[in-house]
């Protein structure tokens, strides 16, 4: 009797797409600064259908944390959520590309 089998292989997740976009409200080297400004802006945006999560990248050879709103799949798209809730973000809120 002869048994042939399959070789399965394991699914990988799918890469994140490229060029997405986010708005960022704020970037710092602190992770536990990070998480108390994501959830400030989470009380803020509590009714808003967009996410609030914490980002992590490389500047300047350091680590930074950066609290993000949203995802977006172009930068204009971004731009127009950061007008949507400009009363609830920092002025100073800019679009970001997540990498």
Same mark, same amino acid.
């Given at each position: /009797?002869?048994?042939?089998?399959?070789?399965?292989?394991?699914?990988?997740?799918?890469? *994140?797409?490229?060029?997405?976009?986010?708005?960022?409200?704020?970037?710092?080297?602190?992770?536990?600064?990070?998480?108390? /400004?994501?959830?400030?802006?989470?009380?803020?945006?509590?009714?808003?259908?967009?996410?609030?999560?914490?980002?992590?990248? /490389?500047?300047?050879?350091? !680590?930074?944390? !950066?609290?993000?709103?949203? !995802?977006?799949?172009?930068?204009?798209?971004? *731009? *127009?959520?950061?007008?949507?809730?400009?009363?609830?973000?920092?002025?100073?809120?800019?679009?970001?590309?997540?990498?």
């Amino acid at each position: /009797m002869t048994v042939q089998a399959e070789r399965r292989t394991a699914k990988r997740p799918s890469p *994140q797409p490229a060029g997405l976009w986010a708005v960022g409200v704020a970037s710092m080297r602190n992770p536990s600064g990070a998480k108390r /400004m994501a959830r400030r802006y989470r009380n803020r945006l509590a009714d808003a259908p967009v996410s609030v999560r914490i980002v992590e990248h /490389m500047l300047d050879q350091e !680590r930074h944390f !950066r609290v993000v709103v949203g !995802r977006y799949e172009t930068q204009a798209a971004a *731009q *127009q959520a950061r007008e949507t809730y400009r009363r609830a973000l920092p002025p100073e809120a800019w679009a970001v590309r997540l990498e």
